[in-house]
């Protein structure tokens, strides 16, 4: 399978990123707030892609800063050597 270019690393972590965690997030959110009700999936469903419409800017934005913020107090982890 071909991969994207590496120049996409920076739009594509936050892409996925926030995919995931909106999707749990709302899902839990919804699940406390309507319980398991008959229509359930679809409130949840119309809950994640707003909650993604913000969570992906925000994480795209946010993330470059995060990554300093720890880069104060912990050591940046090795790559092993490619051989």
């Known amino acids: 399978m071909a991969k994207l270019p590496s120049r996409y690393y920076a739009f594509a972590?936050?892409?996925l990123l926030s995919f995931v965690m909106s999707?749990?997030?709302s899902g839990?959110?919804?699940l406390r707030g309507?319980?398991?009700a008959?229509?359930?999936l679809n409130i949840w469903m119309h809950a994640w892609m707003a909650s993604w419409m913000v969570?992906?800017?925000v994480v795209l934005f946010v993330l470059p800063a995060v990554?300093?913020?720890v880069g104060l107090?912990?050591?940046e982890p090795t790559r092993p050597a490619k051989g």
């Open 67 to 69: 990554r300093n913020i």
């Open 38 to 40: 008959p229509d359930f």
């Open 28 to 30: 839990i959110s919804t």
């Open 23 to 25: 999707f749990v997030v």
């Open 55 to 57: 969570a992906f800017p």
């Open 34 to 36: 309507v319980g398991l």
């Open 73 to 75: 107090f912990v050591e």
């Open 13 to 15: 972590v936050p892409l």
